[in-house]
């Protein structure tokens, strides 16, 4: 399987606290890849990093064969890495239509209607008013509207429904494709494992799993599972 994102030695430190520990990943292009773990494992510093939001202290991040490592946040974005965190991945004081028109940049926005039919009927509507469900799909929504070559998503189904997380997980699963890579970043394991097809696990900043969701639920070590 073809890589299209890895990371080598990869150190992060706030101040004197080192939160990553010379991390090795690699993340297979058109694949979903799952990173699990605790709060506090260093699952959305890996990915803050990855996102140019975090400069790390030591270490590589290569994408599609180019050196990102000095790469910032913008730079990322523009050549098509997109970041959607947890909650916050919409323009609370905007209306559903604005976010949509925002994160279409003068294309069609149906695709996003089509995907989350509820959000036709939010169009008036402040995204900030919006449930907890309907906000991650206005913000899933970016990535259906833009053309993502690698997507980040954060807690992704924190504290939602098992349906509506059920249905988000539908809709970001159809996004790795042979030209786009999607890495996941849930505490809570279980639609992530049904959708990914490689899981890592952190815990206190280093590696402790890594292979596939049927290896992962049967490995001995249960310290990094939710």
Not at 16 to 42: K, Y
């Amino acid at each position: 399987m073809a890589i299209a994102l890895s990371v080598t030695g990869l150190r992060v430190r706030y101040g004197p606290i080192e939160a990553l520990h010379g991390v090795d990943l690699d993340f297979p292009s058109g694949a979903v890849t799952a990173l699990v773990g605790r709060n506090g494992s260093g699952r959305s510093t890996l990915l803050n990093t990855l996102a140019g939001l975090v400069r790390p202290s030591a270490g590589r991040v290569v994408w599609n064969g180019t050196d990102i490592t000095a790469w910032p946040a913008d730079r990322r974005a523009r050549e098509g890495l997109t970041l959607i965190p947890e909650r916050g991945g919409v323009f609370a004081g905007l209306a559903v239509a604005d976010n949509l028109r925002l994160f279409a940049d003068g294309a069609d926005v149906e695709p996003a209607l089509t995907a989350f039919p509820i959000l036709a009927e939010r169009m008036s509507q402040r995204a900030g008013t919006l449930s907890g469900g309907e906000q991650q799909m206005l913000a899933v929504s970016r990535a259906l509207l833009t053309p993502a070559r690698l997507l980040l998503l954060d807690e992704l189904s924190q504290g939602l429904a098992p349906r509506i997380a059920a249905r988000l997980y539908e809709v970001v699963t159809t996004l790795a494709t042979a030209d786009r890579t999607v890495i996941l970043v849930e505490q809570h394991t279980g639609e992530a494992l049904e959708r990914a097809e490689v899981v890592y696990a952190l815990s206190r900043g280093t590696v402790t799993f890594r292979g596939d969701p049927t290896e992962y639920r049967t490995h001995p070590d249960t310290a990094h599972r939710s």
